[in-house]
């Protein structure tokens, strides 16, 4: 079953109520080979900050700096060859579209990537490097869909879209699955696992993934680019007007109807973080943990170092999983933050 590109919300309860540990098992087989096995870290001096274990999942590691690469390629093998021969579109800030790039160069097809006028430069110059075409439509993420949609009816080549679809929400999963196999050939088992959110695409996969398991999920997300936290406390989906934010991969107007539904059915709560936060945890892991993360790749970092999460039973969680999403970011953003953050980290 496969929700069309314009999801519904009916679309997706129904895409929801099926999708569990094993399509995403299916995805890891499809992909093996294509992406990384990124390893999960331990940093005792932000273990004893967050005063609990820590396992970080470092997809900053992963094929284009990002989680994503995981998505788009499984979403690439899934498409019908006659389909895909005729090249792909994506609409992207940054890491979609370096991953969409990157799996369309492994399958040997053409992309178009529809990117913010204001995309950081990196990203940008990552995409250009694997190959693909970039037209640059609006700041919004309805600004690139609509420009992407245009170059379909021209074309007819597909869309792949950035979040909200159950190949990219399975293709994601995989790093959710492969932290919890980590996390219990330690010996250990997560009280809690905390996931920066945009679309909402990784944090899905990683309620498909761990369907199974008992285990509080968080969203991690700035203050005033909080459209799943607002979503699940509203109890249906809702628009913002993303703000400024350093968290350029975490601003979507509004998240996918699939990735709500499946975040919902979950029980995820979300929780809100401030730019100095997120500066401060990426300083912090880069000089602790000798890791580069970008600052939206330190969304759910900035979460645990600051022991705010619920206790549960009245035992405060011991054990917490942290996804790394990407370490796509600027070296002068870097120099800035290390500048600002040095004597805090």
């Known amino acids: 079953m496969s929700i069309p ?30 992406v990384v096995r990124t390893p999960t870290l ?24 990002a989680f994503k690469a995981r998505g788009a390629m499984h979403a690439l093998s899934r498409l019908d060859p006659e ?5 792909v579109i994506t609409y992207s800030s ?57 170059i379909h009816e021209r074309t007819g080549a597909p869309i792949v879209q950035p979040f909200d679809h159950e190949d990219i929400v399975c293709g994601q999963g995989t790093a959710t699955m492969e932290l919890l196999e980590d996390v219990e050939q330690a010996g250990e088992k997560l009280d809690a696992l905390i996931v920066p959110v945009g679309g909402g695409g990784v944090i899905a996969g990683a309620c498909v993934a761990s369907r199974d398991v008992d285990l509080p999920i968080y969203a991690a997300e700035p203050h005033g680019c909080d ?15 993303p703000g400024p934010t350093l968290g350029d991969g975490l601003k979507p107007v509004m998240v996918g109807a699939l990735n709500f539904e499946i975040c919902r059915r979950r029980g995820v709560t979300g929780q809100r973080v401030n730019d100095g936060e997120m ?13 580069l993360v970008e600052p939206s790749g330190a969304a759910a970092l900035a979460i645990a170092l600051r022991r705010t999460l619920p206790a549960r ?6 054990c917490i999983g942290v996804m790394l999403t990407g370490g796509n970011v600027d070296p002068a953003l870097v120099a800035d933050l290390i500048s600002r953050y040095a004597e805090a980290s």
């Open 227 to 241: 459209a799943m936290s607002a979503s699940l406390e509203a109890g249906h989906r809702v628009a913002v007007s």
């Open 279 to 291: 500066a401060a945890a990426l300083v912090s892991l880069l000089f602790h943990g000798k890791v």
């Open 42 to 65: 331990r940093v005792p001096v932000l273990e004893e900050r967050a005063g609990a274990r820590l396992f970080l999942k470092a997809e900053n590691l992963q094929r284009i700096g």
């Open 313 to 318: 039973d009245g035992v405060e969680p011991r």
């Open 5 to 34: 590109e314009n999801a519904t919300d009916l679309d997706a309860r129904a895409t929801a109520e099926h999708l569990g540990p094993d399509d995403v098992r299916s995805a890891a087989k499809r992909i093996a080979g294509r």
């Open 83 to 87: 389909a895909r021969s005729r090249g």
């Open 94 to 150: 940054g890491n979609h579209a370096q991953a969409v790039a990157l799996a369309a160069r492994e399958f040997g097809v053409p992309a178009t990537i529809c990117m913010p006028t204001d995309a950081p430069g990196v990203k940008v110059a990552g995409v250009r490097r694997l190959g693909a075409e970039i037209v640059f439509a609006g700041t919004t993420s309805d600004d690139r869909k609509a420009e992407a949609h245009a």
